[in-house]
């Protein structure tokens, strides 16, 4: 089966940086998703790897590395509104088209 | 607002009650996705449609649940007998395509089943 292993939750002050690892197990694995979920939002597309290296899109960056199963997502100067749960996500020959999600990462800004 | 959208909002229900749920996608998107989501914990998959044709299901969609696309428009999804172990945030998501990594989540129906 797919599993997603990501920490629970990580804290940092406005202006920091922060990376958020994911490590997964998966059978033909296609690529790796990161989502964005406010407290009583909808979960919204951050970014998407599907080779090795990274992806910048703006203030966050996402990494991939295939032969070791892990990626990441970098925040760069980071800001309140960036509290956030992060969720990475993969889908593979086994789950069909549908995105199987980790269990989010909770981040919280301060001050 | 040409985001997906989902209503109602917010349900209340009685255990044994029956509800339903509808999600109206981008137009464009002809593949929807149904994810069931509990405190603490991403979203799971629940089931998929491309146009109108239910095309997956997960072993957690139990024989209560049904969901429709009936012209490959809007999709409902129907929850019978509701037992609290429903209480959930229901999500839609809708792609294209070509872009199945990239789904877009309407506001979710949040479920209470007292």
């Known amino acids: 089966g797919q599993s997603l292993e990501q920490p629970s939750e990580v804290t940092a002050v406005e202006g920091a940086i922060v990376q958020i690892n994911c490590t997964y197990q998966t059978s033909g694995f296609y690529g790796l998703s990161w989502y964005q979920q406010h407290d009583g939002g909808a979960p919204t597309f951050l970014s998407y790897n599907a080779l090795d290296g990274l992806e910048e899109t703006g203030r966050f960056s996402s990494f991939l590395s295939r032969s070791d199963s892990y990626g990441y997502l970098l925040l760069q100067e980071l800001q309140m509104k960036d509290s956030a749960s992060y969720f990475c996500a993969v889908r593979d020959r086994q789950a069909g088209t549908a995105l199987i999600f980790g269990k989010g990462t909770t981040l919280s800004v301060s001050s | 607002d040409t985001g997906v959208s989902q209503d109602p909002r917010h349900k209340i229900t009685k255990r044994g009650q029956n509800v339903t749920f509808r999600c109206d996608p981008i137009?464009?998107?002809?593949?929807l996705y149904w994810y069931r989501q509990t405190l603490g914990q991403g979203p799971e998959f629940l089931t998929y449609f491309q146009n109108e044709a239910q095309l997956e299901k997960s072993r957690l969609l139990s024989d209560r649940f049904s969901a429709e696309r009936p012209k490959g428009s809007f999709s409902t999804l129907e929850i019978q007998r509701t037992e609290q172990g429903d209480s959930a945030m229901y999500l839609c998501?809708?792609?294209?395509?070509?872009?199945?990594?990239?789904?877009?989540f309407g506001p979710g129906t949040r479920l209470l089943v007292l």
């Open positions: 137009s464009e998107h002809n593949r």
């Open positions: 998501a809708s792609t294209t395509g070509t872009g199945q990594e990239t789904q877009y």
